[in-house]
């Protein structure tokens, strides 16, 4: 199985950027389909974007389109979000996960393997 391990996360003001990565042991990481989602305390386990093993095909929540671009790079064994023009709301723990499936999903019961997560704080 594949082992996951995100970092880049911290304290970012409003309107700034951040780059989370996640890195991946024990299998290569073109296995699989790989998604980026969020926890803020009290609430539920958030889709953020998911990529397919090439990197030719992504999709973004809606809130996240035109802010945040996931990407892989398989020769590294590793994934990429790169969050831009960071807002209060963001504020969460960002986990990556792997999946063994077929086709692209929004939905965290599908991904298989998972990562501690970061803490992705945004103050305003």
């Known amino acids: 199985q594949v082992q996951l391990v995100e970092s880049g996360g911290g304290l970012v003001q409003a309107g700034g950027s951040l780059r989370l990565s996640c890195a991946a042991s024990g299998r290569s990481l073109s296995l699989y389909i790989m998604g980026w989602f969020r926890q803020a305390p009290g609430k539920e386990r958030e889709f953020v974007a998911t990529i397919n093993r090439s990197g030719g095909y992504t999709d973004y929540a809606d809130s996240m389109k035109g802010r945040f671009t996931i990407s892989r790079d398989n020769a590294k064994n590793t994934v990429y979000l790169q969050m831009n023009s960071l807002k209060p709301e963001d504020t969460a723990v960002y986990f990556c996960?792997?999946?063994?499936?077929?086709?692209?999903?929004?939905?965290?019961?599908?991904?298989?393997?998972w990562g501690q997560g970061t803490q992705v704080t945004v103050s305003s």
């Open positions: 996960a792997a999946d063994r499936g077929v086709g692209l999903t929004r939905q965290p019961a599908t991904f298989d393997y």
